[in-house]
């Protein structure tokens, strides 16, 4: 990796002086604070600070408060020193919610799937570092992240906040994460613990797995940042666990995180996840956010104190365990600051992570990297590739400057190469996180009235009734409606080019879209609408849809429709929520369409006319994901982008696909109509000169996958409805523990990309490969030796990847499963001898019966390779 960690040192260094001149007034010696000298211990300055504390200010402090900035945090309490704890969400950068400082603006950072396709622990440390620095430098002191939420699905709306699909993957990435964000006064929360692997149904569904694939696959990195990395705070989910929600689990809480795990910091809820009061309490909770008005604690809590329900001993746990954590992490003694972001130099160091991240994974004929030289022309397509792209929810942070695809691109080819734009579809948006048709393009669209322009005429009412004078009335290119959640303010990641909805139409309202369909050729097209509410849609008067429903469904209606025939068309939707719903759920709605093959609208057509006079065709694509109460059960890209690559494909043959999403996406019905694909992910502000650095050969990718890519969403381990989305409102995690790669390689289902994929502009040579064991039992260490020699003429890093087989054991154990990794640079013609330590853990299981890691005794396959489904070199491990 080419970060410039000397430039950062120096950075870090200047912020860490001014933290030491801005403490706290209240820190240092005071006779009447004994707790406030930082020469006691955490522990013993936590027991005098309780002594002192009364039991309202020890309710006060265990339950968070609300106010229009950070959303939750807890209240300082001057009387006795004790600082607020301002939290930051924190999975993609620092979300700062204060207009106040710095503009609301910090490094836009990879997502961290991002990161984990660098497997490069090295990136972590300067991720964490950087988003820990920055974080107490914006005045916030805890950190709401990272996220070690396994990617259980491929398609999970969520997955770009995790670090992939394998625990010792995210167990790495995540310790050296934590322990760098913790290296500045400011406490990493890791989050959502625990089996919180869906959007869909989020805050009901019953995640249902075995104590073995809780140890085994989705503790084990939230292990990892306890053992080594000290972290400071779990984040309890929405779900429920086994049957009980998360955030009143004992079994999670106490049996598994507090016994089992060894974890002595503290447990807060996720926003209004917590349910009760006195259950949740002796469970393991510790802090509830937001509290009241919203919560259980509070008021009731106390109430319950006093009534003895809850005994001062356990509000004491409670308080001590958040307390002796700000002790130990410095917030007593160094306050937060506002010290300005050094935009250039923090986006130097995104930059770095995102060119580290990249993933080739196709490249025929050696398309790539492209030759300035040899080239004349270049078509930049794609509806969002002259924009910023970026996800929603609380992981979506305001740049402190942009870079995008097309000028990146422009910029690097130089003033011989003529390079030229198409978006080829319409923007993305909120809607297109919805399963369901693509939206009907705008170009075969026209509103009402004069008929000039395009897309339909819209007018929107806050109420759903569509009474009185309309709220808004504007001309939508597309029916692609998603408000409530995803279109609140600093939540909503959609393209730029499209409209802002406002706020008071988020929850309950009604819309009505009228205008012409024109047909761009002969044929059956369905027709649909997707929508959760009442939806009517109207064909030149006659009612072809009415559909009604409290769940997100789609209906459909075959019409012929001729080319270039005008037909009216209407749209009438309502939402079904009743005065007073709550906001999060609003109006959601697309009018959408599957149009017969070789069905090119205007917009795509000029796409492709470009595409056809150039020398290359460069087709950015993505997806749109946040948070909130949908994953999409497809793969397919949104907005007709799929149609887009094929057509331009087959009018250029040197095209190149660039996908930036957060999750695996469907490429079976394109893959090979294009030479190349770059998986580009979400990779921040520097995103365009990443893209175009390697795009050129400036960088050698070296990125990995750290999810597996199926051919299709029929072709995974999780493709039964019991196991997504849920039966009766359960989850059964029936695959145990072959999560991702295991599940593919044990059900023999073979994917489109595989785990750990990732191609280089140079080769590589695996020879003469070593495992010894040395020591016994616990005490045993395992490596595993090999030489690695670049046999290309670039310079280029390769991830060695080492697997191990099944076990000797008559438990069920993958087929594979990763038991270490390096990334290794090399220039060309060097070698070098790698050794990798392999993972205790990964040569062991969980034994429910005896409650402990069992290690068997015999010899173990182990596969050294480039991929999970790359393996180049095999040997053997024996353990006695």
Request: aromatic share 8%.
């Amino acid at each position: 990796m080419k970060v410039s960690l000397k430039l950062h040192a120096v950075v870090a260094a200047a912020a860490i002086s001014i933290s030491v001149l801005a403490p706290l007034q209240m820190a240092g010696a005071d006779s009447a604070r004994p707790w406030l000298d930082a020469t006691h211990s955490p522990k013993e300055r936590t027991e005098l600070l309780l002594k002192e504390m009364t039991t309202e200010e020890k309710v006060n402090f265990v339950t968070g408060n609300v106010n229009n900035y950070y959303g939750f945090y807890n209240d300082s309490l001057e009387r006795l020193g004790i600082p607020a704890l301002t939290m930051a969400d924190g999975p993609t950068g620092v979300r700062i919610a204060n207009p106040d400082i710095q503009n609301k603006k910090s490094t836009a950072f990879p997502a961290p799937i991002a990161l984990a396709a660098t497997w490069d622990t090295e990136a972590a440390a300067l991720y964490g570092d950087l988003v820990g620095e920055e974080a107490f430098n914006t005045t916030h002191n805890v950190l709401l992240g990272p996220g070690l939420d396994i990617a259980r699905l491929p398609w999970g709306s969520r997955n770009f906040e995790s670090l992939g699909e394998d625990p010792l993957l995210q167990s790495k990435l995540g310790v050296a994460y934590v322990n760098a964000v913790q290296s500045h006064p400011v406490m990493a929360t890791a989050k959502h613990y625990l089996l919180n692997n869906q959007e869909t149904d989020r805050f009901t569904v019953d995640s249902v797995a075995s104590e073995r694939a809780i140890m085994e696959i989705y503790s084990r990195p939230f292990a990892a940042a306890i053992k080594d990395a000290g972290l400071s705070s779990v984040m309890c989910s929405f779900n429920k666990i086994n049957g009980t929600p998360a955030c009143e689990s004992e079994y999670a809480l106490t049996d598994v995180l507090r016994d089992k795990l060894n974890f002595d910091g503290f447990v807060m809820s996720d926003y209004g996840a917590n349910l009760s009061t006195t259950k949740s309490a002796f469970a393991g909770l510790d802090l509830e956010t937001p509290g009241e008005p919203y919560g259980k604690w509070g008021n009731q809590l106390l109430t319950a104190v006093q009534n003895g329900e809850v005994s001062e001993a356990q509000l004491d746990l409670m308080a001590g365990r958040i307390l002796n954590q700000m002790f130990d992490k410095g917030l007593f003694d160094s306050k937060p600051v506002n010290v300005q972001i050094p935009a250039e130099e923090h986006g130097k160091a995104a930059l770095d992570i995102a060119e580290d991240s990249l993933v080739l994974l196709q490249n025929k004929g050696k398309a790539l990297p492209l030759n300035e030289d040899k080239l004349k022309s270049i078509a930049v397509i794609g509806p969002d590739a002259d924009n910023y792209t970026t996800v929603g929810g609380s992981s979506l942070v305001n740049p402190t400057y942009t870079v995008t695809p097309l000028d990146a691109i422009r910029d690097r080819a130089g003033s011989g190469v003529k390079v030229s734009y198409a978006p080829g579809t319409d923007p993305v948006g909120t809607g297109d996180i919805v399963n369901g048709p693509s939206a009907i393009p705008s170009s075969v669209l026209t509103p009402a009235g004069d008929g000039e322009g395009r897309g339909l005429s819209g007018e929107y009412w806050p109420n759903n009734k569509m009474e009185g004078e309309p709220s808004l009335t504007r001309t939508d290119g597309q029916v692609n409606l998603n408000l409530g959640f995803y279109n609140f303010e600093g939540l909503n990641g959609q393209s730029s080019k499209l409209p802002q909805t406002p706020g008071n139409l988020n929850s309950m309202m009604s819309a009505r879209w009228n205008g012409y369909l024109t047909a761009p050729m002969t044929g059956e097209y369905n027709l649909s609408l997707t929508s959760v509410g009442t939806g009517k849609l109207y064909l030149d008067g006659k009612l072809l849809i009415d559909s009604d429903g409290t769940k997100l469904k789609t209906e459909k209606a075959a019409v012929t429709l001729t080319k270039g025939e005008r037909h009216e068309i209407k749209i009438e939707y309502k939402t079904y929520y009743k005065e007073g719903a709550s906001t999060d759920f609003g109006g959601t709605v697309r009018l959408g369409w599957e149009p017969p093959a070789g069905a090119v609208d205007s917009k795509m057509q000029e796409a492709v006319n470009l595409a056809q006079k150039s020398d290359v065709a460069v087709v950015v694509v993505r997806t749109y994901e946040s948070e909130g109460y949908y994953d999409r059960s497809d793969l397919d890209l949104p907005n007709n982008q799929d149609r887009l690559i094929s057509e331009v494909a087959a009018a250029n043959p040197n095209t190149i696909v660039v996908s930036m999403s957060g999750r695996a996406v469907e490429m079976d019905g394109w893959k090979n109509k294009v030479k190349s694909i770059v998986q580009a992910w979400f990779t921040g502000q520097e995103q365009g000169d990443a893209i175009a650095r390697v795009l050129f050969g400036d960088v050698n990718p070296s990125g990995k996958l750290p999810v597996t890519f199926p051919v299709n969403e029929d072709s995974t381990p999780v493709s039964s409805a019991a196991q997504f989305p849920g039966v009766n409102g359960k989850g059964e995690y029936s695959e145990g523990v072959m999560v991702g790669y295991r599940g593919y390689e044990d059900s023999g289902i073979k994917p489109a990309f595989a785990f750990g994929h990732g191609l280089s502009y140079t080769t590589f040579d695996y020879r003469n490969v070593h495992a010894n064991v040395s020591g016994k039992g616990a005490n045993s260490k395992m490596t595993v030796s090999l030489n690695l020699r670049n046999t290309g003429k670039v310079t280029g890093a390769e991830v060695v990847q080492v697997y191990v087989g099944q076990l000797p054991t008559q438990v069920e154990t993958a087929p594979k499963q990763l038991a270490g990794f390096s990334k290794v640079e090399l220039k060309p013609g060097k070698q070098q001898r790698v050794q990798i330590e392999l993972d205790a853990k990964a040569l062991s299981y969980w034994d429910e019966k005896t409650d402990k890691w069992v290690m068997p005794s015999g010899n173990i396959p182990v596969y050294v390779g480039s991929a999970s489904d790359d393996i180049r070199l095999k040997t053997s491990l024996t353990i006695k």
